[in-house]
């Protein structure tokens, strides 16, 4: 037999292992390194060999797959939702109902109840064929190539599973990966998730499956569903669900009578702080499935099941006032200052207002007594007024209507309910913002500039846009000071620059002329552009000067290029400031094209030539589009006479499929795909 298969079969089986060991059983059986470099062997194994990869390659979980468009499936159950109790006599009441279709006791099971978003998982056979999100809960969408990418989400299942079932459960945000990411946002400043359910359910939607990949979710399956399964209980159910692979609650308990109930439920509202992510209450189940069967359902939930919602907490407190800042795209945030209060384990002294319309259902008024909250969000939220502290001639706060740093009259963009500063050029936040956001660690990374020191330069007048950052000299730095006051979180500090800092300053500068391309992109803070679409418009047009010659209709083209990023794009280098800024960094000696590798280079076998892929492949159409462009062709998203040729897969549109015929383009497989380029 082929030793290449033979080599993929054995690296697939035992990575699978090697993940089940690590985030299901928690127990790690190789390093980090060891198992890197034996996946890496299995993706250039699969690569040269795309008819041995299987189903449930390892390979498939740092993803690599784009989905544009999600299609939507009808549910074979419907999924609904729980009822909800918030205190011991509702839950009493569902007890009491359940109890007249019981014939004695009733068993139940404790879970807790996971707060991401719901996911239905279809096995066939043991493999992985479907996952579904509970969209309105008779129909969702499909999310499978995303799902793939959650590591304790089997893709293969072993033991004696049902030839075919369901399994349901939520995928959820870890704190850990909740925090990494919302840094990482910020730092790349894009607006962070208020809160890990946000973040996940987000997450399943990216087009990208390489970029979910990167979120580090979870998921934990509570919910059997199938026809003729061989077992009597809930509990049996999902004790069996963890044998055939699956990651299920560890926190499970079966609960004789209310009693029990109730004392798991006082013993989570405590120990959930403790937890590594975000639960918003416990669920109740009848354990029998003969009990369920025989409650059955109404329209909206179970009859055998229940959810307890844990308060959020809230405290009052009293409202000093209302700032607005204003952010690096000019937007406008209100913030409440408040007196301040101890909230759930921490002090609370600002919450957010978020906008204009929020600030008006709240209705608030000068020296107001506020309810603050800490829900899943990591900021507080002002839920209320306490009417009964206002003063009869307490004044309304009102949203302001010029900028509050540099007095222009702010704008609201239709339809949205934000406040915006337009004078991007003179208002210093939002010049400081994008000095910061150039030199950040995935821009420029020139960190010796960090911590307040743009801020500084900024302040005595020698940086006012990037392109003054290569203008800075020795003697125009030595001696600056400045003293930086004392914050909540920080002591007063001083900054002075002495030799080694201005060496170290104009070194990180001098070095930030070889950073690539793609990352000056990114750095110059357009609009809507973040890290991956720099890179993705950077790899399409190859230099600035395409780029800033580009259409609008060739900007849509590229993947993930969307209307709003296209327009930012197109206003961007209509800016004469923008011109003259990178005709100066251009002088300097910034890099202006994306450098190839030359050391890989592949013969330019597809020159010049345009594809459009399309369909499912051995391999993901991602690693397709790399090879088009490694061999010297272009990929392009739509279908018109310029395309030279169609690269159809398994289940293409027939839309695209019948207009690559009526414009008589060349349609190929994936084989003649690799005749063409000698593979
Ligand atoms: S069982 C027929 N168990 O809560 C009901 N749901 O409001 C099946 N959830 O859509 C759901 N943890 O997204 C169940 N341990 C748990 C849960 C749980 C979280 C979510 C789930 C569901 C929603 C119901």
């Not at 409440?336 to 978020?354: D, F, K, Q, W, Y």
């Not at 509050?404 to 704008?411: F, T």
């Not at 006051?485 to 920080?490: G, H, L, Q």
């Amino acid at each position: 037999m082929n030793e290449h298969k033979l080599r993929i079969d054995e690296l697939t089986v035992l990575l699978n292992q090697y993940n089940y060991q690590y985030y299901i059983l928690d127990k790690p059986q190789v390093s980090d390194y060891e198992f890197d470099m034996l996946l890496k062997e299995l993706a250039s194994l699969e690569k040269a060999n795309p008819e041995y990869m299987h189903v449930d390659s390892p390979t498939q979980r740092v993803g690599g797959t784009i989905t544009k468009l999600f299609p939507t499936v009808k549910h074979q159950y419907p999924m609904l939702s729980l009822g909800n109790t918030y205190n011991q006599g509702e839950l009493v009441d569902f007890h009491n109902r359940l109890m007249e279709f019981a014939n004695n006791e009733i068993e139940y099971v404790c879970e807790l109840k996971y707060d991401g978003v719901a996911i239905s998982l279809i096995y066939e056979n043991g493999i992985l064929v479907r996952a579904v999100t509970r969209g309105d809960g008779v129909q969702g969408d499909v999310v499978t190539n995303n799902v793939k990418t959650i590591y304790s989400i089997p893709m293969r299942l072993s033991g004696d599973f049902p030839e075919k079932f369901e399994i349901r459960g939520e995928i959820f945000m870890p704190h850990r990966s909740f925090e990494r990411l919302n840094s990482e946002r910020i730092e790349n400043n894009e607006e962070p998730f208020a809160n890990p359910r946000n973040a996940a359910s987000g997450s399943l939607k990216l087009q990208d499956s390489a970029l979910v990949s990167k979120r580090k979710l979870d998921c934990f399956l509570y919910y059997v569903l199938g026809e003729n399964l061989p077992f009597k209980t809930h509990y049996e159910a999902v004790s069996k669900a963890a044998e055939w692979g699956f990651k299920v609650p560890k926190e499970t308990k079966v609960c004789k009578g209310m009693d029990e109930v109730w004392k798991f439920i006082d013993f989570w509202d405590h120990e959930r702080h403790n937890l590594p992510f975000d639960i918003d209450g416990v669920v109740i189940k009848a354990n029998s499935f003969d009990l369920q069967k025989a409650a059955g359902f109404t329209a909206k939930n179970p009859r055998w099941a229940i959810s307890y919602k844990y308060k959020a907490e809230r405290v009052a407190t009293k409202l000093l006032s209302v700032v607005y800042q204003v952010g690096r795209t000019g937007i406008i945030t209100p913030v409440a200052n408040l007196e301040p209060v101890s909230l759930s384990g921490s002090i609370v002294r600002r919450a957010s207002l978020h906008n204009a319309d929020i600030m008006e259902s709240l209705d608030i008024h000068h020296d107001d007594v506020v309810f603050v909250e800490k829900g899943g969000e990591i900021i507080p939220k002002i839920i209320a007024v306490d009417l009964s502290h206002r003063q009869a001639n307490a004044q309304k706060y009102s949203f302001i209507d010029k900028c509050p740093e540099c007095g222009s009259k702010l704008l609201r963009v239709e339809g949205e309910s934000a406040y915006f500063c337009l004078n991007e050029s003179a208002c210093p936040p939002q010049i400081k913002g994008k000095l910061e956001h150039f030199i950040g660690r995935k821009a420029m990374n020139i960190d010796s500039l960090g911590e307040g020191k743009v801020e500084m330069l900024f302040d005595h007048n020698l940086v006012h846009n990037v392109a003054d950052f290569y203008d800075l000299s020795y003697d125009k730095l030595i001696g600056l000071e400045k003293i930086i006051p004392a914050t909540d979180e920080k002591m007063e500090r001083t900054i002075s620059f002495r030799e080694k800092t201005v060496e170290n300053i104009l070194n990180a500068i001098e070095n930030s002329k070889s950073v690539p391309f793609e990352r000056l992109l990114f750095a110059l803070g357009i609009k809507n552009v973040g890290e991956t679409i720099a890179q993705k418009i950077a790899h399409h047009f190859g230099n600035i000067q395409n780029i800033m010659n580009a259409t609008y209709e060739s900007l849509i083209m590229i993947d993930d290029v969307g209307d709003q990023i296209a327009k930012s794009v197109i206003d961007y280098f209509s800016d004469l400031n923008n011109m003259i800024m990178i005709d100066r960094l251009k002088a300097a000696g910034l890099q202006m094209e994306v450098k190839i590798d030359t050391s890989e280079q592949k013969p330019n076998l597809l020159q010049g030539k345009a594809f459009v892929v399309s369909g499912v492949f051995s391999i993901s159409r991602d690693v397709l589009k790399k090879m088009i462009v490694d061999y010297g062709g272009k990929n392009t998203s739509s279908i018109s006479s310029k395309t030279d040729f169609v690269l159809a897969g398994d289940k293409m549109g027939p839309e695209k499929f019948k207009k690559a015929q009526t414009l008589k383009l060349n349609i190929i497989s994936e084989e003649e795909f690799y005749k063409m380029i000698n593979l």
